[in-house]
């Protein structure tokens, strides 16, 4: 069974992995808006910036992504995990090719944490990405006052 050229089976992927097509609010998002710019750049600027992994977090600890830098499936937007383990040297996943958005990703915070379907799993992550749950970074720009 197949939907265009595609197998079901990676639609349900996609779906369950919120990979799926691009919002139509995403869409309406113009590029070139100074705020997007703006946000864009500030993102980039956090990454470069941000404190060595093995400084900013330590076993136990409770942490989530920074708002803007969610690049896998798990854990999900506001999901809490609990760091397991932190390198002081990065490890780099060799099978990736040179066009994986995952190339060459220093990947140095071992995360824990229950999927959807209630396993426990463990994955290695950028720890540049990753904040405490505690961090303001942890919000988006849009969040009120309230929230924090």
Partial sequence: MTQG???WLVSVGRVLTGRGKQSVKA???DPDDPAITKM?????LDLL???RSHERF???DNVSWKWGMKNKAVPLDSQTAVVLQVRETPITDKTQSPSST???E???VLVGMYT???IFRELWIDGRRLCLVTDHRKRGPNSSSHDK
Avoid: M, R
């Fill in 49 to 51: 910036n941000e404190g």
């Fill in 5 to 7: 050229n595609e197998h």
């Fill in 102 to 104: 995952y190339y060459a």
């Fill in 27 to 29: 869409s309406q998002v």
């Fill in 58 to 60: 330590s076993p136990k």
């Fill in 106 to 108: 220093p990947l140095d």
């Fill in 40 to 44: 864009t750049i500030s993102l980039a």
């Fill in 116 to 118: 959807h379907e209630g």
